[in-house]
């Protein structure tokens, strides 16, 4: 059974960072593409950042472009992203997502197992 876990999230004020991880168990995780989503209160799920299979192509969202990292240690079958300068427009559930295939996936219909998400919530 695929389990893919969020943790780290939390409340920060306006420019502080945080840490997600998602630690991934029931698949070869090395062999997965993934992602990270974010889904704020009456709004659509959307694409944060997005990590190929070795860790050595990303892909962004302009919104967190130079803010934010993703980064993988296959060996601990575990994705992370690095917030840094964080605004109140962040405030949202944070999702990670695994999706098959080599090509970095922006879309959220790509991805074949979901976390249940955590929250971050950023004050002004």
């Known amino acids: 059974q695929v389990q893919l876990v969020e943790s780290g999230g939390g409340s920060v004020q306006a420019g502080g960072s945080l840490r997600l991880s998602c630690a991934a168990s029931g698949l070869t995780f090395s062999a997965y593409v993934m992602g990270w989503f974010r889904q704020a209160p009456g709004k659509e799920r959307e694409f944060v950042a997005t990590?190929?299979?070795?860790?050595?192509?990303?892909y962004y969202a302009d919104s967190v472009k130079g803010r934010f990292t993703i980064s993988r240690d296959n060996a601990k079958n575990t994705v992370y992203l690095q917030m840094n300068s964080l605004k109140p427009e962040d405030t949202a559930v944070y999702y990670c997502?695994?999706?098959?295939?080599?090509?970095?996936?922006?879309?959220?219909?790509?991805?074949?197992?979901w976390g249940q998400g955590t929250q971050v919530t950023v004050s002004s």
């Open positions: 997502a695994a999706g098959g295939g080599r090509r970095l996936l922006t879309t959220g219909d790509n991805y074949k197992y």
């Open positions: 990590i190929n299979w070795s860790g050595g192509s990303t």
